[in-house]
């Protein structure tokens, strides 16, 4: 049974139109990551939660936001995307203090 | 910041072969963890490593962390079509619980 799901699997969105990803849980970890993907590349963190505290990787467009309203969801909020920002979005969760993170199995955004 | 070199980037074998990439970085990781990634889904936790020297098996994978904790390798023997994807090592940065990530290696297998 799928620990991380995220949804939807594919999302077109047009340019500058708001989009949001969504990411459950049923492993009841405290840390909640959103990696981007693009093609041939490896997964980039966009930021992480752990319990409600939000960690920003610095070089994190402002256009990125997320929000957990409780320890099973994790949204990403895309404000205004851009072509730029096709990629694969990667939900993964873990247990702070734990030595692994599981993945779910990506949105693909599409940007037309 | 903390970056991981994965190589080689892609190999191309034929089935049956053996496989051999590694990770090296410039800094010190408590954990070593490899995963594959399909075309189209998520990384999936193939093999974690956690002691300095540990040799971890797991069927026809078999990953080392090094000694100096700055380097890690992972063997596939008597590779099958379904071996196909992309491999990456990551490296956990504990105290901020981040994942690093090698740039991948490209496995294609010729039948």
């Known amino acids: 049974d799928a620990m991380v799901i995220q949804n939807p699997r594919y999302q077109v969105t047009q340019f500058g139109k708001p989009v949001t990803l969504s990411c459950s849980q049923t492993?009841?970890?405290?840390?909640m990551y959103w990696y981007q993907q693009k093609s041939s590349q490896a997964p980039k963190l966009l930021f992480h939660?752990?319990?409600?505290?939000?960690?920003n990787e610095a070089d994190t467009p402002d256009n990125f936001q997320s929000r957990r309203p409780n320890t099973s969801f994790c949204f990403l909020d895309i404000r205004s995307p851009g072509l730029g920002d096709a990629a694969m979005y990667l939900c993964?969760?873990?247990?702070?203090?734990?030595?692994?993170?599981?993945f779910g199995q990506g949105t693909r955004l599409t940007v037309v | 910041g903390q970056q991981l070199n994965q190589s080689p980037q892609s190999m191309f074998i034929q089935e049956g072969e053996d496989v051999s990439m590694n990770c090296t970085s410039s800094?010190?990781?408590?954990?070593w963890l490899w995963y594959k990634q399909d075309p189209g889904e998520g990384p999936v936790l193939l093999i974690a490593?956690?002691?300095?020297?540990e040799l971890t098996s797991n069927g026809r994978l078999t990953a080392q962390f090094g000694i100096t904790r700055k380097d890690s390798f992972l063997n596939i023997s008597a590779s099958i079509p379904s071996d196909v994807g992309i491999y990456f090592c990551?490296?956990?940065?504990?105290?901020?619980?981040?994942?690093?990530f090698g740039q991948g290696t490209r496995l294609t297998i010729n039948p």
């Open positions: 492993l009841n970890h405290n840390v």
């Open positions: 990551a490296g956990l940065i504990q105290g901020a619980q981040k994942l690093v």
């Open positions: 490593l956690y002691k300095a020297g």
């Open positions: 800094s010190i990781f408590n954990t």
């Open positions: 939660y752990y319990d409600k505290d939000f960690n």
């Open positions: 993964a969760t873990s247990n702070w203090g734990a030595t692994e993170a599981f």
